[in-house]
């Protein structure tokens, strides 16, 4: 079975484990790559060679040093190499300027991370089903 690529762009290390344990615990099969900042994220997705993968989903976090989230989903849905690619948010904010914003800029989908460890493992679990079993994603290009 495949192993579906994610590019995990968050800063929290709390956050990265979580979401981490979350993505083994679920019945999705995946590879993390993690970015702790969004000048990380941009170097990953753009600094590459023509032939080298990219992911098959990105989760996004909005609060970013150097680079926020805004400013990164832009630049990815902005690139015909990396518009394709699913963007989910994945922040703790929940203001509607920040989903305004999001979905402006062509998000996928935007969701606030539970408080609840056991509701963020759901949404995980959730998320993963969405995209890797019920979506059908892009061919690689």
Known sequence: MKKNQILLVEDNEGDIVLTSEA???CSCKA???VARNGK???N???????DAQLPDLILLDI??????????????????RTRHIPVAILTTSSAISDINLTYENYANCFI????????????????SNYWFNICKL???K
């Open 23 to 25: 993505f083994e615990e």
């Open 40 to 42: 990380e994220a941009i």
């Open 44 to 50: 990953i997705l753009f600094d590459q060679n023509e």
């Open 63 to 80: 609060n970013l040093p150097l680079l926020n989230g805004h400013e990164v989903l832009k630049k990815i849905k902005e690139n015909e």
């Open 138 to 140: 892009p061919s690689k």
């Open 112 to 127: 606030t991370k539970p408080a609840d460890i056991n509701d963020f493992f759901e949404t995980i679990n959730a998320l």
């Open 31 to 33: 590879n993390i790559q």
